[in-house]
């Protein structure tokens, strides 16, 4: 599905949030999509001998198995710290501190800072951060100080709204066994209520994605939709695009649902009858995992995906969450 025209950037997310209007939601959009799910769910998982217990239905699996479900393997394998991902948490990090205050204290080095509260609750980044050093040190140094201050510039000052940073939601469809998840980087319940989502590079159409599913499940969660979805992208420079939210979003987010499950049974099917899953090569292979294996890879891709470096993704404003 193409993704819809971006409209123009605007403003802080303190300007967008004083100046977005009411969204008008028909009163019955979201239990008419809870029910389109709940038969999309029947209908995919009909007749699966099913291993394991309830389907989790991710961000992230939502988002792979609509690009490519064999990339579903690479998820299995396991993530590998890199410093993309890396870069990610500490962003997530600065958003949490600057939700809470506008006079952040880490003006003489956000990294330094970022660094130590991120590998705190995570021995892994700890050790990953331990490990770096030179250049590579010096460029998630640099890429967390610029955008980290750039974060601050657009957000405005929001210190004074209700808000939940990393707010996860778990969304049950009882009869088919099955929970959508995600977790928001930045909910704000003011007089609009906006779900913001933070990447450190330029805005792909995987964002407008994103967007959708979290208006979906915030939606299902508080049963109405929210007002608006926000997305911030850091590079080159920091930009705010917003989104009001509205049926379609909501129903697109619904049917992506409904499309991962039955890509999960497709894949889950081919691991158990020993075949290599569904796949849907295209530019992203050149930046798959699986690239030194995948049977339906083009050459010209998996050329692409031998000469491809961190910095390469970063600049094509590509995947900087973990796998
Ligand atoms: S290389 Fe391409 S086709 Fe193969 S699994 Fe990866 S994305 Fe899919």
């Known amino acids: 599905m193409s993704s819809p025209p971006a409209p123009p950037p605007s403003g802080t997310v303190a300007d967008v949030l004083a100046q977005a209007p009411p969204a008008e939601h028909s009163p019955t959009l979201i239990d008419d999509v809870r029910a389109d799910i709940d038969e999309g769910l029947a209908r995919a998982l009909h007749g699966w001998d099913r291993p394991g217990p309830t389907l989790r239905i991710t961000k992230r699996r939502a988002e792979v198995t609509e690009r490519c479900p064999a990339q579903l393997l690479a998820d299995a394998d396991g993530v590998e710290l890199s410093a993309p991902i890396v870069l990610g ?180 099917e081919a691991v158990l009858g020993q075949r290599w899953p569904p796949t849907s090569p295209g530019g992203h292979c050149s930046w798959c995992p699986l690239a030194d294996r995948c049977p339906d890879i083009s050459d010209v891709d998996r050329a692409a995906a031998e000469d491809r470096t961190w910095a390469d993704a970063a600049e094509d404003g590509e995947e900087l969450e973990p796998w």
Do not use: C
Not at 140 to 154: D, F, H, M, P, Y
Not at 171 to 196: K, M, N, Q, W, Y
Not at 247 to 265: C, F
């Open 89 to 268: 948490h500490l962003l997530d990090a600065a958003m949490s501190v600057l939700s809470m205050s506008v006079a952040a204290p880490y003006t003489s080095s956000w990294f330094h800072e970022l660094a130590r509260t991120v590998s705190v609750g995570d021995d892994e980044i700890a050790r990953f951060l331990n490990r770096l050093d030179g250049p590579a040190e010096s460029d998630l140094r640099n890429r967390t100080e610029t955008r980290a201050a750039g974060l601050k510039s657009v957000l405005g000052d929001i210190t004074a709204l209700p808000s939940v940073a990393q707010d996860s939601i778990a969304v049950p469809f009882d009869t088919a066994d099955v929970v959508l998840t995600g977790r928001i980087d930045l909910s704000i319940a003011a007089e609009r209520r906006a779900l913001v989502e933070v990447k450190s590079g330029k805005m792909h159409r995987s964002l407008y994605a994103e967007l959708d599913h979290y208006a979906l499940i915030d939606g299902l969660r508080n049963r109405r939709p929210a007002d608006l979805v926000i997305g911030i992208t850091l590079d080159p420079e920091p930009i705010v695009h917003s989104f009001p939210i509205d049926a379609a979003m909501v129903q697109r987010a619904a049917a992506r649902v409904v499309r991962a499950a039955e890509r999960l049974r497709a894949v889950d």
